[in-house]
């Protein structure tokens, strides 16, 4: 395969450049992902598109590689869908709270599979925060469908789940800048199966592109502004949570925009001790949970189907919860 075409395409700046057919995207991702294509244009081809934008036709193929190149996972036993935590960008100023929310998840008995990355690059992973609450990361994608059958709970490395996506998200050490595989590790469902995927955008514009793309590729899934990048509900402001499911769009809870009346109890540092210690006092009902937490909580275990409805969903919340919740019920 010659590359010449692809970055002759993509690289024309931002108002010269064309998007790719869904096709070409496969075919040129595919090779990305296998480690095929030379470090000259594999260089050009991520800084094009970065340059452009991805289209939703060139993500829908770029996932489509990358579906091809997934361990995948069967779906656990049980009527109760499994809830699947993309985990990548870790904590810069605010604690990461991806952990906590796995854990409320864990203790409903809702099958839970975190995926992301062991190394922080000077963030705080929730690998790191899981590990000082006992969860260790799994090996592989068979030690992961090990973990959920036996505690309900499992941490796959990237590593473990798609090595070609790892090796280009490495890139951005190398190169200064991300790529558009740091879009699509947020979109990875590794199950066979009608899981609930959890897809936390970055910006306003990917919020957009990720809504189209999960509704095009058919995917139940909670979509939400994400907190850093984080899967969980910004504790200090509750984002807009949206439930994608049977090509409809249910809005759950609306974003809160007023000001703040009171600020809730969060970790006094980010390090992944601190979050932890924490976690665990959340845990045990020692401190309060905070309420935008707890709508999340009572979105996921409506989309999970662990209640059969969504009021009741927010009634179980509000029963596990009381007294505890942040800002009341």
Known sequence: MTYGAYIKEIGRGAHGSRDLALD????LYAAMLDGGVPDLELGAIILGLRVKGESLDEMLGFMSAADDRIDHLEMPHGRVRPVV????????KEANLTPLLALLLQRFGVPV???GLLEGYG???SALILRELGVMPSASAVQAQVALAERGLAFLPLTGLCPGLHSLL????RMGVRNSAHSLVKLINPFAGDAVLVAPATHPEFLELMRNLLLERGQRALLLRGTEGECFANPKRRPRLEFLHNGVIDILFEGE?????????LPDAADAASTARWIRRVLDKELPL???IANQLACLLYAS?????????KAIVAVESTGLLVGGN
């Open 113 to 115: 599979l975190v995926h």
């Open 24 to 27: 070409d995207a496969r075919q």
């Open 170 to 173: 490495s890139l951005r050490a």
């Open 85 to 92: 935590l993309p985990t990548y960008n870790g904590a810069r």
């Open 305 to 313: 189907g662990y209640a059969e409805d969504f009021n009741q969903a």
């Open 290 to 292: 905070p309420k935008p």
């Open 123 to 125: 963030r705080v992973t």
């Open 257 to 265: 925009h007023e000001s703040l009346r009171s600020l809730p109890h």
